[in-house]
């Protein structure tokens, strides 16, 4: 499943601005897994495909995903990233979800944790889409 | 791929009491050619601030390859590479100009800050053109 995909899955409403094809398509899932996934459920594969993407991008090659705790911080205490980490992750989450974080300020907010940054993420992409559909 | 180039010659208290220049020395000379550099793209650090920005070395490193004596002249060269962050990484060679030997190699790692210290994600208007000028300088 792709991204973008994998957003729509988390968005409230998306019965106006959603294309046909894809919300058929994102209620299956996986092959072979059940079509109904719980919203639960795909915010925790989209939070799992944010993690993969983090370790891709920064080389963390002595971490799993599952090591990465939800609610911890990126930087300092929890991940431990720095500034030059950031700057990398910023260009891939841009590339991946086209979701822009200009500043550390707005990075303050959006890498608070993983589930800070998936939260961030949707809302962009809700608003964009929201009003990309409003033209 | 092209450099900036300056030059200088070792002076007698850059060296050690083995007679070879002290290596925090070397940090000191590629400065030398990034401020040539910066100097021929109006990013100087004051024209940075009049900007808005500062930026602050976040990495630096040195590969010693032989020694430099006192009085040895030298060529300090840099260049920046192509940005794949809002970052600026120069990279630096010294070599003595009596043999052309290659003395050693180092590479600085620039963020880049607004005045108040918020790191900035992502270049825009007249940095971004200064710097993408710069860049496509080295890599025409």
């Known amino acids: 499943m792709n991204n973008a995909l994998k957003l729509q899955i988390l968005l409230r409403e998306p019965i106006d601005i959603t294309p046909i094809g894809a919300k058929r398509v994102i209620s299956c899932g996986k092959k072979g897994e059940s079509p109904l996934q719980t919203p639960e459920q795909s915010r925790t594969e989209f939070i799992a495909g944010l993690k993969e993407l983090i370790i891709r991008v920064l080389r963390l090659e002595d971490i799993e995903p599952q090591d990465i705790i939800d609610s911890d911080p990126l930087f300092g205490d929890g991940l431990g990233l720095d500034s030059i980490d950031a700057l990398e992750l910023v260009v891939a989450i841009e590339k991946e979800y086209a979701v822009e974080i200009p500043d550390a300020e707005v990075g303050r907010h959006a890498f608070a944790s993983m589930n800070a940054l998936a939260d961030f993420i949707v809302e962009k992409e809700t608003t964009k889409k929201t009003s990309d559909a409003l033209g | ?140």
């Open chain 2, 1 to 140: 791929m092209r450099w900036v180039e300056t030059t200088t010659t070792v002076r007698f208290n850059e060296v050690d009491q083995w007679g070879i220049a002290w290596h925090g020395h070397y940090f000191a000379w590629f400065e030398l050619a990034r401020m040539k550099v910066l100097e021929k793209f109006s990013l100087l650090p004051n024209e940075f601030t009049a900007l808005g920005f500062i930026a602050p070395v976040v990495s630096a490193r040195c590969e010693f390859k032989k020694n430099a004596l006192t009085n040895d002249p030298i060529t300090i060269r840099a260049h920046v590479l192509k940005p794949q962050t809002a970052s600026l990484t120069f990279q630096f060679e010294i070599l003595r100009q009596t043999d052309g030997a290659l003395l050693a190699r180092g590479e600085t790692v620039q963020v880049l800050q607004r005045l108040d210290g918020t790191m900035i994600y992502k270049l825009s208007g007249v940095l971004k053109t200064r710097v993408e000028t710069m860049v496509s300088y080295f890599w025409p």
